[in-house]
């Protein structure tokens, strides 16, 4: 069993369109981080979250640790926005957890 | 300031060899952790270094084995090489301040790592 389970694993959009990804985690956590990688394998954090929300730009971050699960949001997607986004946790015994990833393609 | 270096970015080696991957912080940064990717594994935990010890340890053989300097300069060492080793090896750097802290992590561009 995955200790981190993402949804949708794969994501065509339209650009413009509002794009939602879903992570469920089943650890007790201290911190919650959505990561970016771009073909060629550079990752960019994001964000992390240990509670409530976050907004970067068109991107919000949320997190109901209650629920333990966050969303991450792309509002007015562009294809730029194209890449494999990736859930990881930190678990309260410092041990990190990963999702497989959602790979997302804007069209023009 | 200069972001994570990692070195080599390219490296292909012989089933039984050993591999030393080298990573270099963002300076300030005192925490330093490995990954490995694979398109089958996806991304795992390799360990985390903090102020020159080991803090935490994913599940991986002890071949798998790495270190820190005083610069917090880290390396990783990989001995004697399986053909299931080849795979991306990222590294980040963060300027946690101790255990239970979560700061940002910066990621390395990777050592893309062919065993044949």
């Known amino acids: 069993k995955n200790e981190v389970e993402q949804s949708p694993q794969n994501l065509t959009a339209q650009e413009g369109e509002f794009i939602t990804i879903n992570c469920s985690y089943s650890?007790?956590?201290?911190?919650l981080h959505w990561l970016q990688q771009h073909p060629g394998g550079g990752i960019v954090s994001l964000f992390m979250?240990?509670?409530g929300k976050k907004k970067h730009g068109r991107l919000i971050a949320t997190i109901n640790i209650q629920e333990k699960h966050s969303s991450l949001h792309i509002t007015a997607s562009h294809p730029r926005d194209s890449a494999v986004y990736i859930c990881?946790?930190?678990?309260?015994?410092?041990?990190?957890?990963f999702g497989s990833g959602t790979k997302l393609n804007v069209k023009p | 300031k200069a972001g994570v270096t990692q070195t080599p970015r390219y490296l292909i080696k012989t089933r039984g060899q050993q591999v030393t991957l080298s990573c270099s912080p963002i300076s300030g940064h005192r925490s330093v952790s490995w990954y490995q990717q694979t398109p089958g594994q996806g991304l795992q935990f390799l360990f985390e270094?903090?102020?020159?010890?080991?803090?935490n340890k994913g599940n991986f053989p002890g071949r798998f084995s790495g270190r820190q300097f005083s610069n917090s300069r880290s390396e990783m060492n990989v001995s004697t090489l399986e053909l299931g080793d080849s795979a991306l090896y990222l590294c980040a750097s963060s300027p946690t301040g101790g255990a239970g802290s979560s700061y940002e992590q910066y990621f390395g561009p990777g050592t893309r790592l062919t065993v044949t």
């Open positions: 990881a946790v930190r678990s309260y015994f410092n041990k990190f957890y």
């Open positions: 979250l240990s509670s």
């Open positions: 650890v007790g956590i201290s911190a």
């Open positions: 270094y903090f102020s020159e010890t080991q803090r």
